[in-house]
């Protein structure tokens, strides 16, 4: 197993005022398991504020956990949902991609060879790209350059928060098989974090169903989409607009 | 809210005033027709009115006001700066560490600050020049080190809000270290408030450095500064009007085209205030 969290709990604290006590905590992950095989793709769903961000941020390490465990066996890094604030617009694409490579003392010109390699693997020409700054580029370009971003240190997981919610529709679907060639060509696996049960439906190979930071149900895609179990999950599957 | 060439105009004129007291004050041995120090205690030498030979009169010593005042520019100039790179170095450092790292460090910076605030700064300064000998460079260091609490709240502010985007977060699941996150990621993001700050803190500094100066606790007479030829002058504001007019002029001057570059600079950095053109 590439990922394995057992247990995981995250209680946020809201202090009143400074005499009275600490009102209740939100229980934003509580007590969520789950494991992921290498090579597949984990979908995490849910409304907004069921946790599934926080799960995310404590596996990427952004957050400490309460209690739980979690083992991550093998490189992680993790792309956002908005392409607009995680590019730093003060620096070039060139020194957002090769930063984290500077700082582990890779050598300019293999670094250099790895951003270029990274862009050429996202679909971006490497030469047009690695001067200019991210307010010049689209959503669209500026996902590929985070994606871009998180394949330069080579993980074997990429943990994606809501990777296509802040794009155009019409640019949706050009990321989507993007990530699903990278992780075939990479053997990538992936936690696939997102609201959209369409998208999740097209990425997953197993889904789990979180409401107020509990997995409700988990089971592979297809399951899922057909044979709901948990009333929560047939909410959300008949709020899905068909065509 | 003015509009964006109002703004600049503003910029401009404030620019261009302190461009030419630097530029003087920079050249000032070139530029004063007199030795700033020279006396004539002759009667006839004494509290001249301005004339062609010297523009601003002469003291009652005998001493040209208009070199004087050249001279006394570099100081009022390079106390402005150089006690606003002090209080910009520690507002930074205390204001980064705060909003950063949050928690007791923050709790313990801000109680510090909340005390700096409650002494009454310019007596603060005055007790610490009294206590160290009134000089230049006491002067500066003691302005930088009690005008930075104000900044370091801002920056502190910029930290707080700054941390929280992504790509923070992105460079922390990537390992970068957190003195290159605040160096790179966050300060040069962080910067824009500083810059508005710290240009009017200049004017701020020049004002102090004028009014102990003028008690007699910055710079030394015979030194020349703007504020000790203040002070000289008051014993003869009846009748040579001149030796207080052209020093209260310079420095209402200089304050006043560092806080209109201070408060341009902030309507075109502050998106909240910039008009959707």
Redesign the interface.
Request: hydrophobic letters at 30%; charged letters at 30%; a positive charge.
């Given at each position: 197993m590439m990922i394995e969290v057992t247990d995981l709990k995250k209680y946020f604290y809201k202090r009143k005022g400074f005499f009275s006590p600490s009102s209740d905590p939100v229980k934003a992950v509580d007590g969520v398991s789950f494991s992921v095989e290498k090579g597949s793709t984990f979908g995490l769903v849910g409304e907004s504020g069921c946790g599934k961000t926080t799960v995310a941020?404590i596996l990427?390490?952004?957050l400490e956990k309460d209690a739980g465990r979690f083992s991550i066996s093998g490189k992680?890094?993790?792309v956002?949902?908005?392409p607009f604030?995680?590019?730093?617009?003060?620096?070039h694409i060139y020194g957002i991609l090769s930063?984290?490579l500077k700082?582990?003392k890779v050598s300019p010109a293999e670094a250099r060879a790895r951003c270029v390699e990274a862009l050429e693997l996202v679909n971006l020409d490497p030469a047009g790209v690695m001067d200019k700054y991210p307010h010049q580029f689209s959503g669209g370009e500026r996902q590929r350059i985070?994606i871009a971003?998180a394949l330069v240190?080579r993980p074997e997981i990429l943990i994606l928060d809501e990777p296509v919610s802040s794009l155009d529709v019409s640019i949706q679907a050009g990321i989507l098989n993007l990530l699903k060639d990278l992780q075939e060509e990479k053997s990538l696996t992936y936690l696939f974090i997102s609201h959209d049960l369409r998208v999740v439906e097209f990425m997953s190979d197993t889904v789990g169903v979180m409401k107020n930071g509990k997995i409700v149900e988990c089971a592979s895609a297809k399951e899922i989409y057909s044979s709901p179990k948990h009333p929560y999950t047939r909410i959300l599957l008949e709020a899905v607009p068909s065509f | 809210m003015t509009s964006f060439t109002l703004t600049m105009k503003r910029i401009i004129f404030g620019i261009f005033i302190i461009a030419v007291m630097t530029l003087t004050a920079v050249f000032a041995p070139l530029v004063a027709p007199y030795d700033p120090l020279e006396m004539d205690l002759s009667p006839e030498g004494r509290l001249k009115p301005p004339s062609p030979e010297h523009f601003f009169g002469t003291d009652n010593l005998g001493r040209d006001v208009f070199s004087r005042m050249l001279y006394g520019a570099r100081i009022s100039l390079s106390v402005g700066f150089i006690a606003v790179i002090i209080s910009v170095c520690i507002g930074i450092l205390l204001g980064g560490l705060s909003g950063y790292y949050g928690g007791r460090v923050d709790a313990l910076i801000m109680r510090f600050v909340e005390v700096m605030y409650c002494f009454p700064t310019f007596f603060l300064i005055m007790m610490v020049i009294t206590f160290l000998g009134p000089s230049i460079v006491n002067v500066m260091v003691v302005i930088g080190l009690t005008s930075w609490p104000g900044l370091c709240r801002l920056v502190r502010a910029e930290f707080l809000s700054l941390r929280e985007r992504d790509f923070v977060s992105s460079a922390k699941v990537q390992g970068i270290p957190d003195r290159r996150i605040i160096f790179r990621h966050i300060l040069p993001n962080a910067m824009a408030p500083v810059y508005v700050s710290a240009t009017l803190s200049v004017g701020a500094a020049i004002l102090v450095e004028s009014a102990l100066s003028f008690l007699g606790l910055g710079v030394q007479i015979p030194r020349p500064s703007w504020g000790n030829i203040l002070t000289a002058g008051k014993n003869y504001l009846d009748y040579a009007w001149w030796l207080t007019f052209f020093p209260g002029i310079a420095i209402l001057l200089t304050v006043l085209s560092f806080n209109l570059v201070g408060e341009g600079l902030r309507e075109l950095l502050d998106p909240r205030l910039r008009k959707r053109k």
């Open positions: 941020r990427s390490g952004i992680r890094d993790m956002f949902q908005d604030g995680s590019l730093n617009p003060r620096m930063e984290s700082v582990s985070a971003r240190n | -």
